[in-house]
């Protein structure tokens, strides 16, 4: 069964120069009892496909058109009080990139976990702050830093107490956005087991959002890869990494320079070119002023739609890698 | 291609400006603040050309303590009148003028009344009337001159005040009785001797000083309620021809003297001062409130950008001194600068003017060299954190010097900040200088709102609203658009600093 | 470091900024052009022996160093010496006056904070609408006003238009019997000063509340705050208000010395019998002991206000680097 | 490869003090210091690039800054070839200057944004004197714009950073550091701020335009990047070096328990490879005055009683390969 369903969503920001396509038209599935990967490069609107499954976004955007189902209810349509008060967070958490500036810093960690207790129960505050506690102690953290605020907390402890606020109402879903960018490569690892052991535990479903493709593939079962607000090729993991139909995919996945190499390698690969602005994305294929295979085709045809290789496999490209042509 | 790069790096710089322009553009309140601002210029440089009158010095140029002329249109203002000036030449300037009086005489043959560029002492504007008498063409009776102007009131309601002046000389009068007089005659054509005078001897020019003022109790005397009249009200007691005229009576003539009397009339006036006056009225002494108005709005303007660019610029030299060179230096500037900062400005600055003296550049400086911690603060603290900055790092990695790190990358990085801080500190400088004339320790030689406000108060005029409201208002709104631009600007040029 | 220690420092730094304003108190005063002698015999010749006494009774032959340190001792004493124009001892004055401008500056700054910030917030809640424009556009020009022709409007208004309270003083005279009547009759007198002081903070208070709020509400743990379900209420007030309030605690120790310029004009405007009237009067009469001692208590205010935000700031930011 | 080193580094201490104002200075009773690089000693060799990989805060960017003295050490001493750096005058410095270069981490805190590129490119030949006039300025900026491939050179030089993309920007400040042909550059993680997709890119452009410098000291918290971009490692832990070898050498024979932690812990683009548990326990301690002992012993799996007593000291353990620690050196 699918925990979550997206099909066409679209998420635009309206700004002073124009209107930012950053979602557009996105198919995004979520099976119960998976995690699901979500890579891109910055500004490709990962973070912001995120943030549209909470309905979460900033002021100057909003979901246009599309359709957003949870545990087959529709949740697209539903009004702004239901939602904030049955779905998000105690259907839906999420932990934040950046765990740094994402806990207050005025309040102790306890409160703010038992807080996203009190609005989705209504528990007695002793019974909430011992909740809080047995949360700390199952993310690894001693339970009597509760009492503490988050400055006196390291990066990596931080993240935990974010991880354990979003556990706190034992929510079906949770969506990580970037959960251990900016951390050390050994708190990313034990962050990484932390996450990949409670997701086995409580049954948990997992989007994980990261640029770094290598925490994916450790922590996901499928990934999809999102370029210029478009996912291009959508697989289970390991299909993917070893197959990649997309040229994006391919290149993003040989750009990662890896230890287990045998060789020391003298060039590195790279994508030429930037991405494009989202307020004026190319015509045709987005990818296509980057891509090595790019024709005529894919500059004018208009962008190429999802083609199934195998059933769990998709991929958007005129040209796929791989095809012979 | 050094031209051509010359040429695309002055494009650059022309796009810049216009994006700066772009975004201040779509700034409602910057705008609004620089309209604003933009009206005030105006207002300061071409104001005080709309009207003559000096601000301090010119006295009595309407009645005193009148609304402006237009208040006549307003429910309950209808009886207000202007003022009327029935005699354009009070000099004599011109022989021409003469002709503008009417002369009677009841020896026809023995005056001569001519247009005189002698005798002129003491009498204003470049010549007189020379009234020549022929003793030896006469009879030893009463000779006597009149020189009278008629002048129409259409007002039924009197002025607030007349006054009538006279210059004069006698010469050749030994032995000859003279009396001189001014005399008043209303729409019923009764007379009022407003002043005379008996001549016995040669008299030299006489003070120039108004000879009858309505408001003198030597005037209201001649009417039986005495110091309770109101001799305008009395006199214009309706509308109609009213006259005025000077006479001369000659007595005791000496028929056998060679010597011709000359008697010399200067500066003979009569002004009506209504019970109204110009844009905007008149204070306690009758002076033009429009053009305090105008001459305080440069003084507002002057002193509020000369004061925020010195105290800004000092506040940016210390800033950018202390942290700089950190240490010592900056411990030392900063302490001094929170010391500053926790004694009360005002009454340091009213101190400090009591001591060193009232004039304007005195003001302009103690409000400097107390407006600049502050911002010297707030530079302070940007240059750390610039300091701390990559770029700075870059340079410095790079070989630049001390010198060329602050010329090349501090300076224009702070720099937003100075134009934004420019703009906030003109505000406070005006409303300082406000303060100090509004306590009575402005320049008493140069009108600025703070002492129109003063004199209000002084003078207990907080019921005439004509005269309270423009100078706070024009403080106010001047602040104001300072404030604005200065909150757009920040909204504008800082977030850029910010952003990455 | 612990918050004793801080605590500890803080008020070491106060003391040593006292002792600076101090000293530049006394070298102003001495800079002062004017022999007191000259000053307090305006209009009357004294004999010369008289000159002698007075100038022995000032200390005025004495050298600068023990004029100096007799200063010290006798204002830390709280002996400010005569007033050169009443001859009543300067200190009396002021503590008859302390009162009234303790009273006019605490009643307007309570006010202006509690509708500056409950506007503010709303203002911020609500931003873009009808409400935040008003609210913004108000709060500009009465931060642009300036106080004396505030208080002139108020006047006009509130003393000759309805006739509802007095234009001047600080009670009535005689003053009612009655300590209740006695209240009352303060409150009358007080309401349009504390009015004008109050709309003169008041903008500036809100401007700075709403803006600081809007940058809280960009941060980071506001969207966790969203995300966690708390309804755009509780962000508001709870999550934005809390950190937005740290600046604003700054701030009310950055307001007292503008406050104290904005309460001499209000002073002088209705004739409140405090010490802004107090100065002001000193300065027509170049009453100089009268005007170094109200400067080491401006002084001493706002250096004693600075010091407790600082502790109060201690005791609220979590974060505080001591 | 020459084995001459251009840069020799000895005795290294770089300590922070921890105090509050001048004021409170003579409250604070004990002296404490954050110690950031703690007796460092290193060669690189000319034409070398030896990478220094570590997690954050271990002092691995002080260590780089100190090396071209943007940073007074607090003993301890930098040989440039056979000059001591750290004994020369700021005159005599500013000379030396064009010598050594460094590329910063961050491209977008780097670049000062009210500069157009050809004034940030050209900053480093202006500084130092090194051009005529304002034609051979742009002669020189477009050449290495052209090197950076930006190009064409004309249409970037009169851009300012905000209209440059992550990469772009990378390479301005590249440009800037090699344009005066440096014998020693210290890449700060030049690519980590960058998306992995136009990393390549710069690295590529850096070992391309090596002709223009001799050698590099490349910071980086990426062991992988190392591994390929580098010739030698060094890996740091609290302020000391661990292990030092070949790239080779230590990520398939690592020494360290660190270094083995490491490598464990670097996640590997390939869900066929997920790895198990890394082994290692609790969290980096405090930098502040840490005590005379192994700084990994709190970590360490496989910590034994003299690593609780004893310093290790850096030994070669053989072909230049040197462990600090007291387990490996037999």
Known sequence: MNVLEASDLKVYYHTAKGVVRAVDGVDFIVEEGTSVGLAGESGCGKTTLGLSFLKLLPENGAIESGSLVFEGDDIYSLDEKTFRENIRWSQIAMIFQGAMNALNPVFKVEDQISEAIKLHSNKKKKERLQMARDLLKKVDIDPTMGRHYPHEFSGGMRQRAMIAMALACDPKLIIADEPTTALDVIVQKQLMDLLRRLKAEMNLSLIVISHDISVLAELCDYLNIMYAGRIVEWGEIEEIFENPRHHYTHGLISTFPTVEDEEKKSRFEFIPGAPPNLLDPPLGCRFHPRCPAATEICMQEPTPEMRRISEKHYVACHHPRGDLD | MTISTRRKRFNRLIKRAKGFWGDYKQNKKGLFGLGLLFFFVLFALFGPMLSDNHPVMDWDVGGRRVPPAWFKYLPGFQYLVPNLDPIDDVGFGDSDELSAWDIETNFEDSFTVTHSTEGYERGSGPGSILISLDSEAIEPSAANIKISKTFSWDYSNPPKRFRTNLNFKAEGVEGTSLNIRLVLVDAKRVEYVLWQRDIISDTIWSYPEYKVDSYSIKVKMIFPDGVFADPAHIIFNGTGEYEFYFMASFDNIDTESTVTTHLYVDDLNIELRGTSYGLLGTDQWGRDVYSQLAHGAKTSLFVGLLTAFISVSIGLIVGLFAGFSGGLVDEVSMRFADMLLVIPFLPLLLILIAILGQSVLNIILVISLLGWMGFSRVVRSQVLSLKERTFIEAARAAGGSTIHITIKHILPNVMGLVYVSLATNVPAAITAEASLSFLGLGDPSIMSWGQMLHDIVYYSAIKELYWVIPPGLCIALLAVSFVMMGFSLDEILNPRLRRR | MSLKRYILKRTLYSIVLLFFALTLNFIIFRMAPGNPIQIVASGVRLKPEMVERLIELWGLNEPLHVQYIRYLKSTLTWDFGYSYNSLEPVGREIMERLPNTLLLMGVSLFFAIVFGTVFGVYAAYKRGSLFDLTTVTVSLFSYALPTFWMGLLMIYVGGYLFGMFPLAGTMSRPPPLDPIMRIFDLAWHLFLPGLTLFLFQYGGWLLMMRSTLLEALHEDYITTARAKGVAERGVLFKHAFRNAMLPLVTNIALQIPGLLNGAILTETVFSWRGLGLYTWSAIQFTDYPVLQAVFYIFALVTIVCNLIVDIVYGYIDPRIQY | ?330
Not at chain 4, 176 to 189: G, K, S, T
Not at chain 4, 212 to 238: G, K, N, Q
Not at chain 4, 265 to 291: D, F, H, L, M, Q
Not at chain 4, 307 to 327: F, K, N, T, Y
């Open chain 4, 1 to 330: 490869m020459s084995q001459t080193p251009i840069i020799r580094v000895r005795n290294l201490r770089k300590l922070f003090p921890i105090r509050g104002g001048g004021l409170s200075s003579f409250l604070t009773k004990e002296e404490l210091f954050v110690h950031a690089v703690d007796d460092v000693s290193f060669d690189i060799n000319t034409d070398e690039v030896l990478g220094l990989v570590g997690e954050s805060g271990c002092g691995k960017t002080t260590l780089g800054r100190l090396l071209i003295r943007l940073l007074e050490p607090t003993s301890g001493e930098v040989y440039y070839r056979d000059t001591n750096i750290l004994s020369l005058s700021q005159s005599e410095m500013r000379e030396l200057r064009p010598k050594m270069q460094i590329i910063f981490q961050d491209p977008y805190e780097s670049l000062n944004p009210r500069m157009t590129v050809l004034d940030l490119v050209a900053e480093p030949l202006e500084v130092n004197d090194l051009i005529e006039n304002d034609a051979e300025k742009e002669e020189k900026v477009a050449e290495i714009l052209e090197q950076m491939r930006l190009t064409p050179p004309e249409e970037f030089m009169f851009r300012y950073p905000h209209e440059l993309s992550g990469g772009q920007r990378q390479r301005i400040a590249v440009a800037r550091a090699l344009i005066i042909h440096p014998d020693f550059v210290v890449a700060d993680e030049p690519v980590s701020m960058l998306d992995t997709s136009t990393r390549g890119e710069i690295l590529n452009l850096m070992i391309e335009l090596k002709a223009l410098t001799r050698s590099y000291l490349f910071i980086t918290h990426e062991l992988a990047v190392a591994r390929h971009f580098c010739d030698r490692i060094a890996i740091m832990y609290l302020g000391r070096i661990m292990e030092m070898g070949t790239s080779d050498e230590i990520v398939k024979n690592p020494s360290h328990p660190y270094t083995r932690a490491l490598l464990e812990a670097t996640p590997v683009p390939n869900p066929k490879s997920r790895k198990e548990k890394v082994n290692i326990k609790g969290e980096v301690i405090s930098p502040i005055n840490p005590p005379r002992r192994c700084r990994f012993y709190t970590r360490c799996l496989m910590a034994e009683e003299i690593c609780s007593r004893l310093e290790p000291e850096l030994v070669d353990i053989g072909g230049g390969h040197m462990v600090a620690c007291h387990l490996n050196q037999g």
